[in-house]
């Protein structure tokens, strides 16, 4: 019961915006309710070219001015970056972020696409995103307030107060944020939102924000001023509803704002001013501010993608190459699922000028009502489509290609639509060069019946609607209207289209969300070990030398030069580490697991995985928390010499004067000796509370430990200690696994086997040696972070009686590492608590039989 209230508390913010969009495209409808689509367009036409030429002006300083926000966010955090690069990056935010709903104050996906590309952390991102979204919630809302106490009268219409009344309430609102403003900054006050903490910036970097804000603001607004109709409305009141309209829009969650925004500005404009005017002006200003920047941003894509960046402006750009990979996915998926929501448009409206009207009834009949059909049909598939783009699917960029190329096809056929024809073939092109960044051989989609998937669909089919109801709102509906076919006739056409668009979108879906998943979790034999041995000795990570303890079921790649490692446990699909092998696959073995694990109606888990995989789980929409660090030691820098290794010197000299020695024993290993060493390992485990563990650790096992060399030390000639250790032939880094002594040891033991193994590395030419995982190590329990956090950070405190967590960190720190963090990537909506209790039963669980498929 409690997972579920989880489930509904984290979907209710998607319901609620489906809910506004509804009530939005509702009040639109009711005051469009006598305007004419053909009306409407003619006005688009009839715009003057040097109006347009204006917007398109004032559209390019409002996106000079949105490179701002990143240049001020980016000093704001103390990070630096060359201003082409920022001002490319910014472009690319805000081009797509702008049209798929994701702007400054919603864009934290699409800015962690970017700047996790560009090298920034999770939390300069995370601060990046609070500061552009606080700096524009505050920017524009007190330019909103200044133009309502300017001109009061300007929301006479959406407000029963008196114009006094109005003023001074703006007034007293803007000098109450100010205030607000001016003390956090001479005071460096802080604010926490989203578990991230923010000191106030300086005062010079609030006034510089505002700046940005305000020529934003005013540019964007002045773009819809100069398309809309000049009926004695004036700048400074038009700039109150503009504002107005935006914080609607923002407040809903609506992607883009779209129909709340209008909605406000059509209502609060005075009634003298002429909706089908209003209405067109606001068409053209979503074409020009939304729609025209953020073709641009997919062409800038495609140029980058085609390499041609690179050989023009040189290694300058190559940050912006990275994130334009980030970004491809997502893009390429708004771009698709854009054009097939066109092309079920197109096949729903009558046609709008007599041009095209005459040419209907030219065209053969066949033409007309097959092109209609074709075009609902191929613009489903092209929804459908879309999401297997999101996710890297190579056969979704084949489908998309074929469905777009097709699409312009069947809008020649349909009436001669060339306006629609080169869109379409326009997208096709931009998408010809990133065929590279779909690479996963897989079903297209996966969960196409989520709750978020659902209403994305359910709101663009009750857009699609009311668009067939508006624009054909003049012809009465008769059961007899299905089976008329003319080349006059427009309303039967859309019908059938609408209704084959529907079914072809309603099957597809149902064909995706009911394909079941194949993978089984088998336990590998020993020759599918020696491939995996041999995969872990050609790469840098030593930790995937846990695969061999022969626990987790492993998951080749195609190729079989890669493997991902994994085990079931209760509703959980663990995997254990970042995926093993050749890099150009490793992302692809990631999806194949997050698919199959949701194939089987259970959560895929992401246990200690690295910071450098963190795109990859932001594609899959998944959760990364932070659950402990691992000690790095340079060893290229590591030495006995100076005062700060003083101690450890001493106790390295003082361990050999007592009699002990070291040794590193290579693979396999005599059965006398693991004999030795298991009477060790069994009094270790007698003298600590639980059992033999895995998953995550190797275990006392010896088919595992001869796939491994063991250090020993010897005191008087008697091994009193041992550990095994991981190892690839690249000598970047070697690990520690087990380690295990007598209880009856002199003291420095430990210290003498860590130290001696940190020089025999060093002197073997090794990078790095990492003392393995601190977990839990690394957390705060300050105010503002998640219950997760405060949670771990407990634990790590108060909970020697299970683990001594900090004693182990302690140990580990008089050797100088580096504490590198680790992750655990889970589902947005997943229940923590559960989850923490399957990786426990996992790392506590017995080995189950080799070969048997576990239940």
């Known amino acids: 019961m409690t997972e579920n209230k989880s489930h509904l508390r984290l979907l209710l913010p998607y319901l609620v915006t489906a809910a506004l969009f509804a009530l939005g495209g509702y009040a639109l409808y009711h005051l469009l309710r006598d305007v004419q689509l053909r009306d409407v367009m003619a006005m688009v036409r009839s715009t003057p070219a040097t109006t347009l030429g204006l917007a398109l002006l004032c559209t390019f300083g409002g996106y000079v001015a949105l490179i701002g926000y990143d240049w001020s966010a980016l000093r704001y955090i103390g990070h630096r970056l060359p201003f082409s690069v920022t001002a490319a990056g910014s472009f690319l935010g805000f081009g797509i972020g702008n049209t798929v709903g994701a702007g400054p104050v919603t864009g934290g996906a699409v800015r962690y696409r970017i700047y996790s590309a560009l090298g920034l952390s999770p939390v300069d991102i995370a601060g990046i995103s609070i500061f552009s979204s606080v700096s524009f919630g505050i920017g524009s809302t007190l330019v909103g307030l200044l133009a309502l106490a300017w001109h009061p009268d300007a929301l006479g219409d959406l407000?029963?107060?008196?114009?006094?009344?109005?003023?001074?309430t703006a007034l007293a609102v803007a000098a109450a944020a100010l205030a607000v403003i001016v003390l956090l900054a001479t005071r460096k006050g802080s604010l926490t939102l989203r578990g991230v903490t923010l000191s106030a910036p300086t005062p010079g970097l609030i006034a510089g924000q505002f700046v940005f804000v305000a020529v934003e603001t005013l540019m964007a607004a002045t773009t819809l001023y100069l398309l809309l109709p000049s009926d004695g409305v004036g700048f400074a009141s038009f700039l109150a509803v503009y504002a107005a309209a935006v914080l609607a829009g923002v407040i809903s969650h609506v992607p883009g704002g779209v129909g709340v925004f209008e909605t406000v500005i059509i209502a609060a404009l005075p009634g003298n001013v002429a909706v089908s005017q209003i209405a067109a002006g606001l068409l053209l200003f979503r074409v020009v501010y939304y729609l025209l920047p953020f073709a641009l941003a997919l062409a800038l894509m495609a140029l980058g993608e085609a390499r041609f960046l690179g050989k023009r402006f040189g290694p300058a750009m190559a940050p912006v190459q990275k994130a334009i990979s980030a970004l491809m996915p997502l893009a390429m998926s708004a771009m698709v699922f854009a054009s097939g929501a066109v092309m079920m448009l197109a096949s729903l409206l009558p046609p709008t000028s007599a041009w095209t009207e005459e040419l209907e009834i030219l065209l053969p009949l066949g033409f007309v009502e097959g092109g209609a059909l074709l075009s609902s049909a191929l613009g489903a598939c092209l929804l459908v489509v879309a999401h297997g783009l999101l996710?890297?699917?190579?056969?979704a960029w084949w489908l998309a290609m074929g469905s777009l190329l097709a699409g312009a096809v069947v809008s020649l056929v349909h009436g001669i639509d060339y306006d629609r024809a080169v869109i379409l073939g326009l997208a096709a092109l931009i998408l010809l060069p990133a065929r590279h960044e779909f690479y996963r051989a897989t079903r297209l989609t996966r969960n196409v019946l989520g709750l978020r998937w659902i209403l994305m669909m359910a709101c663009l089919v009750g857009a699609l609607a009311g668009v067939f109801f508006f624009a054909h709102k003049a012809v009465p509906y008769e059961t007899s209207l299905w089976w008329q076919f003319a080349?006059?006739?427009?309303?039967?056409?859309?019908m059938r289209a609408g209704l084959v668009g529907l079914l072809v979108l309603t099957l597809l879906l149902l064909r995706?969300?009911?394909?079941?998943?194949?993978?089984?979790?088998?336990l590998p034999d020993a020759e599918?070990?020696?491939r995996a041995q041999a995969i872990i000795a050609g790469q840098p990570r030593p930790e995937a030398t846990v695969a061999l303890t022969g626990d987790k079921a492993l998951l080749f790649s195609p190729s079989g030069n890669s493997f991902l490692m994994y085990r079931t446990q209760g509703r959980s699909w663990i995997a254990l580490h970042d995926p093993i092998g050749r890099p150009d696959e490793l992302q692809a073995l990631a999806w194949d697991f997050h698919d199959a694990a949701?194939?089987?109606n259970a959560r895929p888990v992401f246990y200690s995985v690295s910071a450098a995989s963190a795109t990859t789980w932001i594609d899959m929409g998944m959760v990364?928390?932070?659950f402990g660090e691992e000690a790095v030691v340079d060893l290229r820098a590591f030495t006995l010499e100076g005062p700060d290794r003083k101690k450890l010197r001493a106790a390295f000299a003082r361990a050999g004067r007592d009699g002990l020695t070291f040794d590193l024993l290579p693979a396999p290993h005599d059965p006398d000796l693991l004999s030795e060493l298991k009477e060790i390992s069994d009094a270790w485990l007698a003298s600590k509370i639980g059992k033999e563990k895995g998953f995550s650790v190797g275990s006392f096992n010896p088919d595992y430990l001869n796939r491994?060399?063991?250090?020993?030390?010897?005191?008087?000639?008697?091994?009193?200690?041992?550990?095994?250790?991981?190892?690839?032939?690249?000598?970047?880094?070697?690990?520690v696994d087990l380690m295990r002594h007598h209880d009856d040891i002199p003291n420095g033991v430990m210290d003498f086997l860590f130290t001696s193994l940190l020089l025999h590395f060093k002197e073997d030419g090794h990078a790095e040696f990492s003392l393995g995982n601190a977990p839990l190590s690394g957390l705060e329990a300050r105010r503002g972070v998640r219950m997760s956090t405060h949670l771990g950070a407990f634990v790590y405190r108060h909970g020697g009686q299970f683990y001594n967590f900090e004693g182990l960190r302690s140990f580990k720190q008089k050797f100088g590492p580096k504490w590198q963090p680790i992750y655990v990537a889970v589902p947005p909506r997943a229940n923590l608590m559960a989850i923490a209790r399957d990786l426990i039963g996992a790392i506590g669980r017995a080995p189950a039989s080799k070969g048997c498929r576990d239940g």
């Not at 407000?159 to 001074?168: A, G, H, K, M, N």
């Not at 996710?391 to 056969?395: K, S």
């Open 159 to 168: 407000l029963s107060w008196s114009p006094d009344t109005i003023r001074w």
């Open 391 to 395: 996710r890297r699917v190579e056969g």
């Open 487 to 494: 080349s006059d006739r427009g309303a039967p056409r859309s």
């Open 512 to 522: 995706y969300a009911l394909r079941p998943g194949r993978l089984a979790e088998v």
């Open 528 to 530: 599918t070990l020696d």
């Open 598 to 600: 949701y194939a089987a």
């Open 624 to 626: 990364a928390h932070k």
């Open 708 to 735: 491994t060399p063991i250090a020993v030390v010897r005191h008087e000639g008697r091994i009193v200690a041992f550990a095994n250790l991981w190892l690839t032939e690249v000598k970047a880094r070697a690990s």
